[in-house]
């Protein structure tokens, strides 16, 4: 029983450089979400993919880029990483956005210097 | 427009007490309520959820929540303390014509021996 699979789980980036985080859910979810985490502000919902084929934005899109590649697979890109982005990136499923509770993956832990 | 607020940063309560974990929400609707639990380096992990019906909510753990329309409260409650109940709490809430979840900043709960 994986559920959702972040990977990699830990990156040390410079400023300017890019990267794509990947995720994945064996649940047959419909949709999927990016959130990060940041000490005293709890989580911030970055993009979301209600159903294969759609993205949205969420409360923090800029400086990200999303691809819902299938049903399965939904991957976060830092085109130029910029020290501020410093945080720890989640993914989660849900089989629907009105049908909760969603499933959390163990997060990405990066670090931009 | 929806939100969330968790009044306490920490919560200490000795084991075997009970302990409470505050939540306040504000929705222009019905809210659809969540409490979600995170431990060191993992995700979050959903423990129960309040939709519709009986105002009291049994969850994962032991743990239940209490729906107060009046006081828009949705407090997080067990009887009797854990030790291993150590960790990070959540609540959020969403509404029904809006698809994205709003989490509060969460609140740490320490279980003392």
């Known amino acids: 029983n994986a559920g959702v699979t972040q990977t990699p789980k830990f990156q040390v980036l410079k400023t300017g450089q890019s990267m794509t985080l990947q995720c994945a859910q064996d649940?047959?979810?419909?949709?999927m979400y990016w959130y990060r985490q940041d000490p005293g502000m709890g989580l911030r919902l970055i993009y979301y993919?209600?159903?294969?084929?759609?993205?949205d934005k969420g409360e923090v899109p800029n400086g990200y880029n999303v691809s819902r590649l299938n049903k399965r697979e939904f991957s976060l890109r830092l085109e130029s990483a910029a020290p501020s982005q410093t945080s720890v990136y989640f993914c989660?499923?849900?089989?629907?956005?009105?049908?909760?509770?969603?499933?959390f993956g163990d997060g990405t832990r990066l670090s931009i210097l | 427009a929806q939100s969330v607020a968790q009044p306490e940063d920490q919560v200490n309560v000795a084991e075997g007490n009970p302990l409470t974990v505050k939540c306040t929400y504000s929705v222009s609707g019905n809210p659809y309520l969540f409490w979600y639990v995170q431990y060191p380096n993992r995700g979050l992990q959903f423990l129960l959820k309040?939709?519709?019906?009986?105002?009291l909510v049994k969850g994962s753990y032991g743990f239940e929540a209490e729906f107060n329309k009046s006081q828009t409260s949705f407090h997080l409650k067990k009887p009797s303390a854990l030790v291993s109940d150590s960790a990070l709490y959540f609540c959020?809430?969403?509404?029904?014509?809006?698809?994205?979840?709003?989490f509060g900043t969460g609140t740490k709960l320490q279980v003392i021996p």
């Open positions: 309040y939709i519709t019906g009986d105002n």
């Open positions: 959020a809430v969403r509404t029904g014509g809006y698809q994205k979840v709003t």
């Open positions: 649940m047959n979810h419909n949709s």
């Open positions: 993919s209600a159903s294969e084929g759609t993205t």
């Open positions: 989660a499923s849900s089989e629907s956005v009105t049908n909760q509770p969603q499933h």
